[in-house]
T-cell receptor, first 116, second 116 residues
Framework: EAQVTQNPRYLITVTGKKLTVTCSQNMNHEYMSWYRQDPGLGLRQIYYSMNVEVTDKGDVPEGYKVSRKEKRNFPLILESPSPNQTSLYFC???????????????FGNGTRLTVT | AQSVAQPEDQVNVAEGNPLTVKCTYSVSGNPYLFWYVQYPNRGLQFLLKYITGDNLVKGSYGFEAEFNKSQTSFHLKKPSALVSDSALYFCAVRDDRGSTLGRLYFGRGTQLTVWP
């Protein structure tokens, strides 16, 4: 089954403790992206990747890192999490950035992160 | 810059009645518009898109959307609402310019509630 898989689904951590949220897709997609969803703010893009070893900042990149060493994986790293990073996070992918004309984003089921 | 506005945080409608979820957009170039739906504890699912062509676009689950260039709107509609349509709906516009090619900008979302 074609899908985007995020892990974990739920995560509670403390301020300053490094964490990684994994994202993997099995559709051979080139384009991958991370969003955070907050009430009243909709979805805001954190980082995106056009292909392997190509990443760029979205609208709210502060406090986050990403890497794209393999096509299928796009982990989100919080080196020193803070309470304002408590949010619902989504990973998404599409075949290529250009093909999102005809190939919409496929989303994972989300990771709910709480930082205390 | 591209942007999307969903003027209603909530829409309530009785089952069997028609529903409309409003969306207006602002783009510099050609508009590429999308609707996504989010059910509880799930990621976003693609409903429909407007790229070019007919102003009335048909999508999944009986939904359709009407593109109106003069009013810069892309309202989501359904002739007869179901209780199972209750969900959070997001409008999005695609950026087709340069270095941000492929990025989607989301509205804040509209919570649709259909009561029996």
């Amino acid at each position: 089954e074609a899908q985007v898989t995020q892990n974990p689904r739920y995560l509670i951590t403390v301020t300053g403790k490094k964490l990684t949220v994994t994202c993997s897709q099995n559709m051979n997609h080139e384009y991958m992206s991370w969003y955070r969803q907050d009430p009243g703010l909709g979805l805001r893009q954190i980082y995106y990747s056009m292909n392997v070893e190509v990443t760029d900042k979205g609208d709210v990149p502060e406090g986050y890192k990403v890497s794209r060493k393999e096509k299928r994986n796009f982990p989100l790293i919080l080196e020193s999490p803070s309470p304002n990073q408590t949010s619902l996070y989504f990973c998404a992918s599409s075949l290529t950035a250009r093909s999102s004309y005809n190939s919409p984003l496929h989303f994972g089921n989300g990771t709910r992160l709480t930082v205390t | 810059a591209q942007s999307v506005a969903q003027p209603e945080d909530q829409v309530n409608v009785a089952e069997g009645n028609p529903l409309t979820v409003k969306c207006t957009y602002s783009v510099s170039g050609n508009p590429y518009l999308f609707w996504y739906v989010q059910y509880p504890n799930r990621g976003l699912q693609f409903l429909l898109k407007y790229i070019t062509g007919d102003n009335l676009v048909k999508g999944s689950y009986g939904f359709e959307a009407e593109f109106n260039k003069s009013q810069t709107s892309f309202h989501l509609k359904k002739p007869s609402a179901l209780v199972s349509d209750s969900a959070l709906y997001f409008c999005a516009v695609r950026d087709d310019r340069g270095s941000t090619l492929g990025r989607l900008y989301f509205g804040r979302g509209t919570q649709l509630t259909v009561w029996p």
